[in-house]
């Protein structure tokens, strides 16, 4: 069973033939969409007719490449503002409640960490639907009260992105308080002692020690609020993020213009995933 | 840091706390308390006339009284299950290799590559499914160039075809616990074990299982809850068929309008999540703080 441990032949090449099936079932179904955004043919099914740029380059209909179609151009903008605010305004959050369950003693603070918990257990519809429910509540009370529309609190970019907000902070403070734990505080104390003011000894020596989980938490967020789907489903108004126009697309039957689009999407998410391994490789302890 | 420091005054550090605390409490409230508690009203009255709206359980009777509405929740559910002991079969052995079996950089490597999946978004992962399985797809495809099938064989839209997805989109979150708690047994104890003449089977069920619970039970309640919210995986893999209960929460929102009802499938579903997560922990002793951080 482990390699201390003698065991049969026959045991051990079922055993690795095994996890070799397990991840080539992981990998296929990313492999043949990334191959089918290539195919010269207006699906992205059989039969393979033969290499082809169009469905990144192609000009104009049927063809669309994604470099010219100005609908999926314009969701991937949506997105990526939508993701931007999301995160700073996380990973702001998020270090406020690092430093509030880290530092402070208060009643109540183990029951204020549980409710923070929470939206990790909440289904992504359901925190969608109750924030739908709820802003509607607001945006027709102060109709009624002041005969004046609130347009941010009706499907919009606005709840959105304050959606995905609820979620993403919970996550950002897990990881942005496992490495303030690790923090030595008198480091603090030692520059307060040399004459800084707490805020200047957060600010040059707590603040910089957290950067490389502040940058990790960062990019967790970022490539979740990008391919939220479940809780931007319920909030969404006319402008559509990506996840939510690829649905669309989806449903109608698209075409393999959706692979490259999925193409870019690992790229983009790869190129992420190493920038974030090197900024924390230096300045691991 | 409060007794530490005598040096900085009394009154700042109260004026801090209070900063520190004001945001999380907005967020919390006005993010998550408040709209449920909005959704619990919503769902709990009734559309009267035009703007008027009465007290009424008839959202809740509505959902017991017909039956596609209860069908859909308990399949739903049982579906759920089924999925997560699925996925805990397959991942188990894959993590016990990588945990157990695998040493230095061919280690880190397989672990890597079982994350990899998870850096895409859950709609491409399901539409590389579409693709393997719908009629003009590769494993139709392959069927019929091997001679197995005459004409093209349509895999989606079937119950089998949202189970597969179902698996693949949770995989990750059953791996990485798994491996984490196997990580911490110490392999003395496995050859211990043996070497008081345990079966493989026996050395299994009593020393591996045991230890590796935290892990497998973290894994389960991640995965059954996330499957049990899923709306990307049932629709498009499931088609017309899928009947899952986001589905109807969906309908009741944004297509019927009619948020009274929705709102009450929303208090049904989170219920059911809850109680699972709840009876999850109560079977295994662990603490909710413990194993969502």
């Known amino acids: 069973m482990i390699p201390s441990i003698p065991s049969s032949r026959f045991f051990r090449v079922s055993y690795l033939s095994y996890v070799t099936l397990f991840f080539i079932f992981l990998i296929t179904p990313l492999v043949v969409v990334a191959a089918f955004s290539f195919n010269d043919a207006l699906f992205p099914s059989l039969p393979w007719n033969g290499f082809t740029w169009d469905w990144y380059l192609g000009k104009g209909d049927p063809r669309l490449g994604l470099f010219h179609d100005d609908a999926l151009l314009d969701s991937i903008g949506v997105s990526v503002q939508v993701a931007i605010v999301t995160t700073m305004a996380s990973l702001a959050l998020a270090t406020c409640n690092a430093f509030l369950f880290e530092r402070e003693q208060f009643p109540g603070k183990n029951f204020l960490y549980v409710l923070m918990l929470m939206p990790l257990v909440i ?84 603040l910089p020690f957290l950067k490389p989980a502040l940058f990790g938490a960062g990019v967790v967020a970022f490539l979740m609020s990008f391919e939220n789907f479940n809780t931007t489903l319920m909030l969404v108004g006319s402008d559509a993020p990506l996840t939510i126009a690829m649905f669309d697309r989806l449903r109608e039957g698209s075409t393999p213009v959706l692979n490259a689009v999925s193409v870019l999407l690992m790229v983009g998410s790869a190129c992420l995933a190493l920038v974030s391994l090197f900024v924390q490789r230096p300045a691991k302890p | 840091m409060s007794k530490a420091n005598g040096n900085f005054n009394r009154t700042q550090f109260r004026l801090g706390f209070w900063l520190l605390l004001a945001p999380i409490v ?64 397959i991942a188990f052995p894959v993590s016990f290799y990588i945990a157990k079996v695998l040493t230095g950089r061919p280690r880190i490597a397989l672990f ?87 079966s493989s089977w026996n050395v299994m069920r009593s020393i591996v299982i ?62 059911l999540s809850s109680l699972i997560v709840w009876l999850g922990l109560k079977i295994t002793r662990q603490s909710f703080t413990r194993v969502m951080s």
């Open chain 2, 26 to 89: 907005l967020w919390l409230s006005l993010l998550i308390i408040l709209p449920h508690i909005d959704m619990v009203l919503v769902s709990l009255r009734e559309r009267i006339a035009s703007r008027q709206y009465g007290f009424s359980f008839g959202n809740y009777t509505a959902f017991f009284t017909e039956p596609l509405y209860w069908n859909t929740f308990v399949r739903t559910a049982v579906m759920s299950i089924l999925a997560t002991v699925l996925t805990l079969i």
């Open chain 2, 112 to 198: 890597i590559l079982c994350l990899l999946p998870f850096w895409v978004s859950e709609l491409v992962r399901t539409y590389g499914w579409m693709i393997l399985l719908r009629e003009t797809g590769l494993i139709s495809g392959a069927l019929q160039w091997f001679g197995l099938a005459d004409q093209p064989v349509e895999m989606l839209y079937n119950d089998v075809a949202i189970m597969v997805g179902l698996i693949y989109t949770s995989m990750l979150f059953m791996v990485v616990p798994l491996v984490t708690t196997l990580d911490s047994l110490d392999n003395s104890l496995i050859e211990a074990g043996y070497d008081l003449g345990g």
């Open chain 2, 210 to 271: 045991p230890h590796a619970m935290p892990g497998i039970m973290s894994g389960c309640i991640v995965v059954f809850m996330l499957t049990l919210g899923n709306y990307l995986t049932p629709t498009l893999l499931g088609g017309k068929s899928s009947l899952w209960f986001t589905e109807q929460i969906y309908t009741q929102f944004i297509t019927r309008f009619n948020w009274e009802q929705g709102a009450a499938f929303g208090i049904l579903l989170l219920i």
């Open chain 1, 123 to 206: 289904p992504g519809v359901i925190l969608g639907v109750s924030i739908l429910v709820f802003s509607s509540t607001v945006a027709n009370w102060f109709e009624v009260q002041f005969g004046y529309e609130v347009e941010a609190l009706r499907p919009g970019l606005v709840l959105v992105t304050l959606g995905q907000f609820a979620f993403l902070t919970t996550i950002a403070t897990l990881v942005i308080s496992a490495r303030l734990r690790k923090f030595d505080i008198t480091q603090e104390e030692a520059a307060m002692n040399l004459g800084a003011s707490r805020l200047t000894a957060i600010a040059t020596v707590t």
